[in-house]
Each structure stands twice: as C-alpha cells, then as structure tokens.
C-alpha cells in the first residue's frame, strides 16, 4: 500500500498541477493562434462571439465575469469586433418597482415607476454568419487536438476543471494560514539574514517527489465497497472480464499494464450506474493493477487470462 503523502509533498504535487495547466494552456493557445490571426481575430474575441452565439445579448458585467477579464480590457475587446461589424452595443429598458418614499411628510406615497436602460451587446447579423463559418474549421482542430483523450476522459476533465474553479473556500483558508514544515525549518535561516542559496525554501523545488497515496483518510477502499466487492467479482467470472481483456489486443504482445487498463474499462461497461461508479472512485486511487490485484485476490489468486 501505497504511503501518505508528506506536507513538502504535497506543495511540490499542487505547484507541478500549476505548471502542466500552465504549459497546456499555453501549449493550446499555440495551436489555435494561427487559424484566428488569419481573420486579424485574436483568442479572447473569438471567445466574446462563441459567448454570444450561445447565450444570446449578454450584459458587459455578466460578460466580464465569464471570461475572467476587467472591464477595462474587455472595452478594448468590445470595441475592435464593433469596428469589423460582428457585435453591437444596445440598449434596453428594464422596467423598476414602485418606491414607496420613506420620509414623515411622504410616508405611504408611491412614486410613479421607472424604467431603467441597461446596455447589452449582441451579435449582429454579420457576426452570426462570421461564427457560422469559422467555427465548424476551429471545432475540427479542437477535436483533433483532444483525440488523445477518450470520451471519458474528456468529461473527467470537464468535471475537474469545473471543480478547481468553483473553488472550496473552506480548505483554501485553512491551507492558507497553516504553516508547512519546509516554511517553519526555512524561518531561522531567514531570520537570521543568512540567505543561503540552499536554505530549506530554495531546496524546496528540488526535492523528489516520490509515489504516495491520496489525500482522502482512511482506506482506499470504503466498507460499503468492500461489501459490493463480491459482485463485482461475479461480474467479473460471468463475463470472462481477465480472458476478453486481453483479446482486446490479440495482435500485440502481451502488456500487463495495458491488459488491466483494459480490465478495468470492461468493467466499467457491465457494471451498473452505481458499480460504474464505485469502479471510477478506485481508478482515481488506485492503478489500474492495483485494481486488478485486489479482484485476482478476492478470486482467491486466479489469474482467468487464459
């Protein structure tokens, strides 16, 4: 089994997830400059039209706040894709309550109501038909892009990056205020004002990172999924999961780790929604082997690729 993860650990494991989002997005937006520097389009405009072809007129406010920008900079946006004649500004009357004036003369006294303009952008007729054009060719790169991704993955991603945005409040103040070791052994080196190179802070990022559990408490496997191990197990025997995983690949030689990648996928598909799930929650602690063994162990060591 594998070891919990130390406190170092797991900084240099969330920074070394910074750096590969990092890299991907940029190793991304690469990919997709060129074909919109051929329409003088850059990522974030073409971002604004697909925005608007899919929710419709939008408020500058709900526009900024999707798209992460200030409204400064969206401004310099808003304003070159008017000038091309794809977008527009345009204003449109909300109607208010009535207000009932709170002072001892007028107590009671509702004014009459009022209408309020809100400016919206919109995509014009032109911009409509310019997404109808370029985006089936911008699609076909992104698809082509993700084919190193299965399906499943794809929406695990999906899922993910949703998760990391929408944040947990909660966890990140308490990591925040609580000190790691590495920060309380680099302390007196820095109160002291030696400023050595090889403190424990510049030390920090050159350490190892060896294989070590996952966060979550406890076993990795839970007592509830312990109790549907048998079925599962079943599953397994009936549907000769070990023997069929491996015909998968009949034309290349055997691989223990694709042979249980293959395993795990099979099971994944007989399952029920609730197996599938269990199954997904043991992939995301455990290799693919690892699962395997668990099973062979719960068949009482056999092996069933033959």
């Not at 911009?127 to 190193?148: D, Q, S």
């Not at 990795?220 to 079943?234: C, F, H, N, T």
């Not at 549907?239 to 990648?261: C, L, Q, S």
Request: with cysteine; hydrophobic share 40%.
């Amino acid at each position: 089994m594998k070891r919990q993860a130390t406190q170092r650990e797991k900084t240099l494991r969330a920074f070394r997830v910074y750096v590969e989002l990092m890299d991907t997005a940029a190793w991304l937006r690469s990919w997709m400059r060129g074909p919109l520097e051929s329409f003088n389009l850059t990522p974030q405009g073409f971002r604004l039209l697909i925005l608007l072809c899919e929710n419709g007129p939008m408020r500058m406010m709900e526009i900024s706040r999707q798209m992460r920008f200030q409204r400064q900079n969206l401004d310099v946006i808003v304003r070159r894709l008017e000038e091309r004649g794809w977008i527009r500004r345009v204003f449109v009357d909300l109607p208010a309550a009535e207000d009932e004036r709170k002072g001892s003369r007028t107590r009671g006294v509702k004014t009459p109501k009022r209408r309020w303009g809100v400016g919206v952008i919109e995509l014009t007729p032109e911009g409509e038909g310019f997404v109808g054009r370029v985006f089936p060719n911008h699609a076909k790169v992104v698809k082509a892009l993700m084919r190193a991704l299965h399906g499943r993955e794809q929406q695990t991603l999906v899922e993910i990056c949703r998760k990391l945005r929408a944040g947990a409040i909660l966890k990140f103040m308490s990591e925040i205020a609580h000190l790691d070791e590495w920060e309380m052994a680099s302390r007196p080196v820095v109160e002291e004002g030696h400023g050595r190179a090889d403190d424990a802070r510049s030390q920090l990022l050159r350490a190892p990172v060896e294989d070590y559990e996952d966060d979550a408490p406890g076993e990795v496997i839970s007592e509830a999924d312990r109790e549907r191990l048998p079925g599962i197990v079943a599953k397994v025997r009936r549907y000769t999961i070990f023997k069929d995983a491996r015909n998968v690949d009949w034309d290349k030689p055997f691989d223990e780790k694709r042979w249980a990648g293959n395993v795990v996928e099979m099971l994944i598909r007989v399952g029920d929604e609730r197996e599938r799930k269990m199954v997904e929650r043991w992939r995301q602690r455990m290799s693919s082997g690892e699962i395997v063994e668990m099973l062979k162990e719960e068949m009482g060591g056999e092996e069933g690729r033959s």
